[in-house]
């Protein structure tokens, strides 16, 4: 089956190809892509060095600050889509995908893919807290839970 999802997907460059090249070409694929190939060639950038980094997983969920903290809490926002995991996190299958990391010693991080696009602003119950701010809180949650 994975070789019929490859052969559908090379058709994405294809003059007559039957499905949206954006099926592919989107930020979702491009990140993978360019993190799949960065960890291969060890690559360096400033403070990331990628050589280092353990692994990576797409769309998991990370605990977010801002959960339920009651039946019917008006002012909770769900778990955060990480577009891009990366270090050294246990992915919980049994569960929805939620990240998890033990301990204090090694990496985390979490990239927000955008093309052509800017980070959203807001969230439901926090106008001023941006979707970069939304990460962040999620990924202290991560990490000191």
């Given at each position: 089956m994975?070789?019929?999802?490859a052969?559908?997907l090379?058709?994405?460059g294809?003059n007559?190809?039957?499905i949206?090249?954006?099926?592919?070409?989107?930020?979702?694929w491009?990140?993978?892509?360019?993190?799949?190939?960065?960890?291969?060639?060890?690559?360096?950038?400033?403070?990331?060095?990628?050589g280092?980094?353990?692994?990576w997983?797409?769309?998991?969920?990370?605990?977010?600050?801002?959960?339920?903290?009651?039946?019917?809490?008006?002012?909770?926002?769900g778990?955060?889509?990480?577009?891009?995991?990366?270090?050294?996190?246990?992915?919980?299958?049994?569960?929805r995908?939620?990240?998890?990391?033990?301990?204090s010693d090694?990496?985390?991080?979490?990239?927000?893919?955008?093309?052509?696009?800017?980070?959203?602003a807001g969230?439901?119950?926090?106008?001023?807290?941006n979707?970069?701010?939304?990460?962040?809180?999620?990924?202290?949650?991560?990490?000191?839970?």
């Open positions: 994975i070789e019929i999802v052969q559908i090379n058709r994405c294809e007559n190809t039957n949206s090249p954006t099926i592919l070409y989107n930020e979702g491009m990140i993978r892509l360019l993190v799949e190939l960065s960890i291969e060639a060890k690559t360096k950038l400033q403070n990331i060095d990628f280092k980094i353990n692994q997983y797409s769309e998991g969920l990370l605990s977010s600050p801002f959960l339920a903290r009651k039946r019917n809490d008006n002012l909770a926002e778990f955060t889509h990480a577009d891009m995991a990366l270090g050294d996190f246990k992915v919980n299958f049994a569960k995908g939620d990240l998890s990391v033990e301990g090694g990496i985390f991080g979490v990239i927000e893919a955008k093309m052509g696009s800017k980070l959203s969230t439901k119950n926090a106008p001023n807290y979707q970069a701010s939304r990460n962040l809180a999620a990924r202290v949650k991560v990490v000191v839970t």
